[in-house]
């Protein structure tokens, strides 16, 4: 395949795309992926933060050789920080100038400051633009942590690829981008902006899946102590922490053993380098003595 624009031809494709970058993916994410691409429909990911979600957008966005542009979102994120403002500071230069030369046609220097070259232009409004590799990835990043009145502005954005500038009118896309929304689900995400989109459910990875993943992006690490790293976090993610790691974790903690010249998992080891792996410590204090030592022995038993 291409290293440009060119776009899977099916799901096997995709796949195959997809863990030529170092993401292995389950089978139903590349199926949903490749039809989100093949329709051009935004894709809707959900899950426990650290699965992989907004890896697909940057593995995406490589292999096709597009664009990646990212919004991260947050409480409080508005049009100004999301889409477009105006540059007051040179909108208000130009008056001055207008007004020092004598200008005074106050309709046709209204028209003036609100050229397209005094707008600054945002993710959203960028996402818009033609660009010669192809339409770009636009990432917008746990959308649940936005407000419910920015979600709703995006409805009109992820149905017709295109903003409303009053002073300049509409902006359309003239090829779609390749939409991915991501959500943590702190909050539930309306119905109204879920029907614009493909939705698929991105859950742990298997140890099988998981085991893959290691081995790829930390290449320095032993047969023996990767296995028994997917082994500790596929147990832990059994227990009943306000915070089970994730993937992203899971490559942390293995990357940071590797550092320490780790050959195997110890208690001493794991409780050195815990905070690699879980971020509360009303978690790190539940994986202390007995129930530390029950999970490493069952982790490294096979080992």
Known sequence: ????????????????????????????????????????????????????????????????????????CYEGLDVASAVYEWNSASQMIAIRLAEASGDTDREQLSSDIFAEKFLIKRPLLQALEPDTAGPPVLLIDELDRADEAFEAYLL????????????????????????????????????????????????????????????????????????????????????????????????????????LDARSLTPQVVGDTIGALLKYQDDIGRMQGDALQKVLKEATSDN
């Open 156 to 259: 009109e954005i992820l149905s017709d690829f295109q903003v409303t500038i009053p002073e300049l009118g509409t902006v359309k896309a003239p090829a779609p981008p390749i939409v991915i929304v991501t959500s943590n689900r702190t909050r539930e995400i309306h119905d109204a902006l879920k029907r614009r989109c493909l939705y698929h459910w991105v859950d742990y990875p298997s140890a099988e899946r998981e085991l893959a993943i290691v081995k790829s992006r930390v290449p320095g690490i032993s047969a023996k102590l990767s296995q028994q790293v997917v082994n500790f976090v596929q147990m832990l993610r059994n227990q009943d922490f306000y915070k089970n790691p994730g993937v992203a974790e899971t490559i942390d903690w293995a990357t940071a053993l590797t550092e």
């Open 1 to 72: 395949m291409s290293a440009t624009s060119t776009l899977p031809v099916s799901v096997d494709a995709m796949l195959e795309l997809l863990t030529k970058r170092g993401y292995f993916a389950e089978r139903s994410l590349a199926t949903v992926a490749f039809l989100a691409l093949r329709l051009g429909r935004p894709l809707f990911l959900e899950g426990e933060a650290g699965v992989g979600k907004t890896e697909i957008a940057k593995v995406l966005a490589g292999a096709l050789g597009r664009k990646l542009i990212r919004l991260q």
